[in-house]
């Protein structure tokens, strides 16, 4: 994964094959030096 400062956009490249089911669960935490803490959780499908 990915972060660009400029954009505030997480990127995330599939082509490496560790997600190999159709149906997807994702989780990203994000703290910033303060310890301040969000969470952005999503169920995401894959045609394989």
Not at 12 to 40: P, Q, R, W, Y
């Amino acid at each position: 994964m990915e972060y660009d400062y400029k954009t505030g956009i997480i990127k995330h490249d599939f082509s490496d094959n560790v997600v190999t089911d159709s149906e997807n669960h994702l989780k990203v935490i994000v703290t910033d030096n303060a310890g301040n803490s969000t969470t952005f959780e999503a169920t995401f499908f894959r045609k394989i």
